[in-house]
């Protein structure tokens, strides 16, 4: 069992996020702007709440980043055409702001303020390790939120993707839990379309809609081709974002370094005291495996390529998946700051911190470290 979840995110209350963001209001602007609160509830879910209840198309709204389930979270949201009004639901509450002329996209944020209780921990020596990565950093490693969609799965679901087995990406997707029993029976009803959606109660609207195609049609492209398109591109993100993560993982431990577990027998290398090897690291933002990348000459490439060959990716890197790129180039600070970090209560077992990180980083990333440092 992965440690972080006897440590934090014990109820909501412990892992409060709030994003720093500022919409640009204009009178004239086409886009609404509203604010999202929620708690233990899944932001594509409510945001998928929000489509059907206002009947407007899931490809018209825009957010910075998806925020924790197991949390208390704060978001801006944009929908082009939305109603200047304010809405509610189950573990939600959605408020208008206003309008602009612009939607907001993925990383529009400045960063999110992060309230956690660590529990079940040496406070002190948490402390301790917390104020030492305020001053080295860390790297700026994807956390497991990035990977919910191949948590339970035995392949990331890209790699059957990018062989054009769209079969087993789906089943691989819609019979993953962490319910052995339901896993089997949801395997054991695949095909069995009316019967398996009795069963798989837990899937959106949006997720149900592939398989009323093959409920009709039993054509396995044609029922990937009509999930969201948010949720396509996360599937191929989440294996680009894997690949980074082992690649600087690579790097980190050829200096000083500790090692933690992560998911799906995954191992992050986080560094100890700061070395040339991380100082040069530092300075980086580097690239994610793509075309583009191999074709550009930058520090490390070496452990890169290694990746790509483990791998056996380079007869895919100019594939498309239903006519998206498989793997699209950009680039990633390989190591972050926390700022304005203040311990704000402290017992001699748990302890509760707050901390600013830039958009797209993560604070359980963070508390590993905090967590496996000496």
């Known amino acids: 069992m992965d440690i972080l979840k006897e440590k934090i995110k014990q109820n909501p209350q412990d892992f409060v996020v709030e994003e720093v963001f500022k919409p640009p209001l204009s009178l004239q602007g086409r886009f609404s702007y509203y604010r999202l609160e929620k708690v233990g509830r899944n932001t594509l879910d409510v945001l998928s709440e929000i489509s059907k209840r206002w009947r407007i198309p899931l490809s018209r709204f825009g957010f910075s980043g998806l925020k924790d389930k197991r949390a208390t979270t704060s978001q801006y949201i944009s929908i082009e055409g939305g109603p200047a009004k304010n809405l509610r639901g189950k573990g939600w509450k959605l408020t208008y702001i206003g309008k602009g002329k612009e939607g907001i996209e993925i990383g529009s944020a400045e960063g999110n303020l992060f309230t956690i209780t660590i529990r079940n921990v040496d406070a002190s020596r948490i402390a301790h390790n917390l104020k030492v990565i305020e001053e080295i950093g860390f790297v700026n490693y ?11 799965t035995k392949k990331p679901i890209a ?20 319910n052995p029993f339901l896993r089997k029976k949801l395997r054991k009803l695949w095909g069995k379309w009316t019967l398996f959606l009795e069963e798989a109660k837990h899937l959106s609207q949006q997720e149900r809609v592939p398989i009323l195609v093959l409920k009709r049609t039993r054509d396995y492209e044609k029922a990937f081709r009509s999930l969201p398109k948010n949720l396509k591109l996360m599937f191929l993100f989440s294996y680009q974002s894997l690949l980074w993560n082992r690649t600087l993982a690579k790097i980190v431990s050829k200096g000083p370094h500790v090692k933690a577990p992560f998911i799906k027998r995954e191992r992050l290398c986080f560094y100890t005291p700061k070395s040339p090897l ?17 074709e550009e000459e930058f520090p490390f490439k070496d452990e890169l390529m290694k990746t790509v060959e483990e791998e056996g990716l380079l007869p895919f890197l100019d594939a498309e998946v239903a006519k998206l790129k498989a793997f699209n180039p950009g680039k990633r600070r390989a190591v972050v700051h926390p700022k304005r970090m203040e311990v704000l209560y402290q017992t001699r077992k748990s302890i509760t911190v707050r901390f600013f990180l830039p958009s797209g980083s993560y604070a359980t990333v963070l508390i590993r470290k905090a967590i496996f440092l000496k």
């Not at 994807?142 to 339970?152: H, I, K, T």
């Not at 059957?160 to 997707?173: I, M, Q, S, T, V």
């Not at 991380?278 to 191999?294: C, G, Q, W």
């Open 142 to 152: 994807f956390g497991e939120q990035r990977f919910l969609s191949d948590l339970n």
């Open 159 to 178: 790699y059957y993707l990018l062989r054009g087995d769209f079969e087993n990406a789906l089943k691989e997707y819609y019979t993953q839990s962490n």
């Open 278 to 294: 991380i100082e040069k690291l530092s300075s980086l933002e580097f690239p994610y495996i793509s075309k583009e990348a191999l």
